[in-house]
C-alpha cells in the first residue's frame, strides 16, 4: 500500500508541475500528403471534445501532421484527476487494418468512434454508445469488436463490425464485478483487453479486486464464456500485448515487473516468468523489431527486455530513453517507435535499432496534456 500511496504523490505533484495546453499543432508542419502509406493516430482525450490527431510518417520516421478530426464525444478523466494517465489504460484507440478502421473511446461522454481511414486521412463513419461508463480500450478480431468500460462495476460490450459501422452484439454485455466509481480511480481500474492472436480467448486486466488477470472464452456467436479469474504473478497488471508463442506478456506496475504466462485452453493461466526493470510505474508494453518496451510514467522512463523462447523475459536497458513529462501509452511502425507523454503533451520519436537500442530521433510538440491513445497503420 506504500507504493501505491507512492505512486498516487507522484501522478499528482507531476500533474501540478505542469500547465494545460490545447494547442494540437505540430510546428513541423500541418499539409496533407495524399500518397503517404504511413500515419500514425493521435488521441487528444479531451473533455470538451475529443479529437484524433494525424501525423505522416517519413521515411527517416520523424512526423508531420496531416489533419485533426473529430470524434463527435468528449475525453474524460479518472479519478483524482490531472494525472499523466487520465484513461489509466492501454488501446484506447485501435486500428483494425482488415478493415482500415480506426476505433476511438470517448470515456467521457460514453460512446465509441469509428473512423475510415485511407492514409492520412479519416472519415467518421459512426458513433455508438459504448455499452457502460467510462469505455477506456477497445479490442478488435476479425469482425468482433470488445469495448471495456471501466466506470462503476466494469463492462463488456460486443460488437460487430457492419458496413464500416458498430453494431451492438445482443446478449454480449459482461460485467466484471468491480467495485470502483463513475469516472473510475485511476489506480483500480480495469487497464486494458485483448483478444489473443487466435482470436478464441478475451483477457481483461484488472489493478483491484487483488490484481486479476481474467480470461474469457470467445464462443462462435461472438459471446462470451464465464470468465476464468487469474491471480497476477505480481501486483497491479495493467497492459499485455503477446510473444510469438501466444504467451501472453504483462507489464505490472506496483512494483514494474514484465511477466509472460502460457495460456492454457480452459482459461488458467501458467509458468509466470518476471523480471523488473527497477523504474516506477511499468504500465504500458508494445513489442518491437523483437524487443519490448515498457513506459515508466512515474520515472520518465522507458526500458526495453527480451523474452527468450522458453518464455523468461531478461531486462536490456532499464533506461533505453528518457521521455518527456508522464510517458503513457506506446506504438511501434516499422522500424520507430512512438510514444505519447501526457503530462509533457508531446510524442517522442525513436529509431529501433537491430540491438534493440533506442535513438532518439525528434518530439511532436503542442499535443494537450491529457492526451491518450495512439495507433499507427
Given at each position: 500500500?506504500k507504493?501505491?500511496?507512492?505512486l498516487?504523490?507522484?501522478?499528482l505533484v507531476l500533474?501540478l508541475?505542469?500547465?494545460?495546453s490545447?494547442?494540437?499543432k505540430?510546428?513541423?508542419?500541418h499539409h496533407?500528403?495524399r500518397?503517404?502509406?504511413h500515419?500514425?493516430?493521435v488521441?487528444?482525450?479531451?473533455p470538451?471534445?475529443?479529437?484524433i490527431?494525424?501525423?505522416d510518417?517519413?521515411?527517416?520516421?520523424?512526423?508531420?501532421?496531416?489533419?485533426?478530426y473529430a470524434?463527435?464525444g468528449?475525453?474524460?478523466?479518472?479519478?483524482?484527476?490531472?494525472?499523466?494517465?487520465?484513461?489509466?489504460?492501454q488501446g484506447s484507440?485501435?486500428?483494425d487494418w482488415?478493415?482500415?478502421l480506426?476505433l476511438?473511446v470517448?470515456?467521457g461522454?460514453?460512446?465509441?468512434s469509428?473512423?475510415?481511414?485511407?492514409?492520412d486521412?479519416?472519415?467518421?463513419?459512426?458513433?455508438?454508445?459504448s455499452?457502460g461508463?467510462?469505455?477506456?480500450s477497445?479490442?478488435?478480431?476479425?469482425?468482433l469488436?470488445?469495448?471495456?468500460?471501466?466506470?462503476?462495476?466494469?463492462?463488456?460490450?460486443?460488437?460487430?463490425?457492419?458496413?464500416?459501422?458498430?453494431r451492438?452484439?445482443s446478449g454480449s454485455s459482461?460485467?466484471l464485478?468491480l467495485?470502483?466509481?463513475d469516472?473510475?480511480?485511476?489506480?483500480m481500474?480495469p487497464?486494458?483487453?485483448g483478444?489473443?492472436?487466435d482470436?478464441?480467448k478475451?483477457i481483461?486486466?484488472?489493478?483491484?479486486?487483488?490484481?486479476?488477470?481474467?480470461?474469457?472464452?470467445?464462443q462462435h456467436?461472438g459471446r462470451?464464456?464465464?470468465?476464468v479469474?487469474?491471480?497476477?504473478?505480481t501486483?497491479?497488471p495493467?497492459?499485455?500485448?503477446?510473444?510469438?508463442?501466444?504467451?501472453?506478456?504483462?507489464g505490472e506496475?506496483?512494483?514494474?515487473f514484465?511477466?509472460?504466462?502460457r495460456?492454457?485452453?480452459n482459461?488458467t493461466?501458467?509458468?509466470?516468468?518476471?523480471?523488473?526493470?527497477g523504474?516506477m510505474?511499468l504500465?504500458?508494453i508494445?513489442h518491437?523489431r523483437?524487443?519490448y518496451y515498457v513506459?515508466?510514467?512515474a520515472?520518465n522512463?522507458?526500458?526495453s527486455?527480451?523474452?527468450?523462447?522458453s518464455?523468461?523475459p531478461?531486462?536490456?536497458?532499464a533506461?533505453?530513453a528518457t521521455?518527456?513529462?508522464?510517458p503513457?501509452d506506446?506504438?511501434?511502425?516499422?522500424?520507430?517507435?512512438?510514444g505519447?507523454?501526457?503530462?509533457?503533451?508531446?510524442v517522442?520519436?525513436?529509431?529501433?535499432?537491430?540491438d534493440g537500442t533506442?535513438?532518439?530521433?525528434g518530439?511532436?510538440?503542442?499535443?494537450?496534456?491529457?492526451?491518450?491513445g495512439?495507433?499507427?497503420n
Open positions: 500500500m507504493q501505491v500511496a507512492t498516487v504523490v507522484t501522478g500533474a508541475a505542469v500547465t494545460q490545447a494547442a494540437t505540430n510546428p513541423r508542419g496533407h500528403h500518397g503517404g502509406q500515419a500514425v493516430f488521441q487528444t482525450n479531451e470538451s471534445g475529443n479529437h490527431v494525424v501525423f510518417r517519413a521515411a527517416n520516421g520523424q512526423l508531420s501532421q496531416a489533419g485533426t470524434t463527435g468528449n475525453g474524460g478523466v479518472a479519478a483524482p484527476g490531472d494525472e499523466s494517465d487520465r484513461l489509466a489504460s484507440l485501435v486500428y482488415r478493415h482500415s480506426l476511438a470517448n470515456a461522454s460514453d460512446t465509441v469509428t473512423f475510415k481511414v485511407r492514409g486521412r479519416l472519415r467518421l463513419t459512426g458513433v455508438v454508445p455499452g461508463g467510462f469505455p477506456a477497445v479490442a478488435v478480431s476479425g469482425n469488436v470488445y469495448v471495456l468500460n471501466a466506470g462503476g462495476p466494469g463492462t463488456l460490450q460486443g460488437f460487430v463490425i457492419r458496413g464500416h459501422r458498430l451492438e452484439l459482461r460485467s464485478g467495485s470502483n466509481t469516472p473510475p480511480n485511476f489506480l481500474s487497464g486494458q483487453v483478444f489473443t492472436p482470436g478464441g478475451l481483461v486486466t484488472t489493478k483491484a479486486s487483488g490484481s486479476n488477470i481474467v480470461v474469457f472464452r470467445v456467436d462470451l464464456s464465464s470468465p479469474v487469474n491471480a497476477s504473478a501486483p497491479v495493467f497492459a499485455f500485448t503477446f510473444d510469438p508463442a501466444r504467451r501472453l506478456v504483462s506496475a506496483l512494483q514494474s514484465v511477466t509472460t504466462y495460456i492454457n485452453g482459461g493461466l501458467a509458468n509466470p516468468q518476471s523480471a523488473t526493470d523504474q510505474a504500465c504500458w508494445v518491437a523483437g524487443y513506459a515508466n510514467t520515472s522512463t522507458l526500458s527486455y527480451l523474452v527468450s523462447r518464455g523468461q531478461s531486462l536490456i536497458d533506461v533505453a521521455t518527456e513529462p508522464g503513457i506506446l506504438v511501434a511502425s516499422g522500424h520507430y517507435l512512438y505519447q507523454t501526457g503530462l509533457g503533451g508531446t517522442d520519436e525513436y529509431r529501433v535499432h537491430r533506442l535513438e532518439k530521433i518530439v511532436v510538440t503542442g499535443l494537450p496534456v491529457g492526451q491518450e495512439i495507433a499507427a
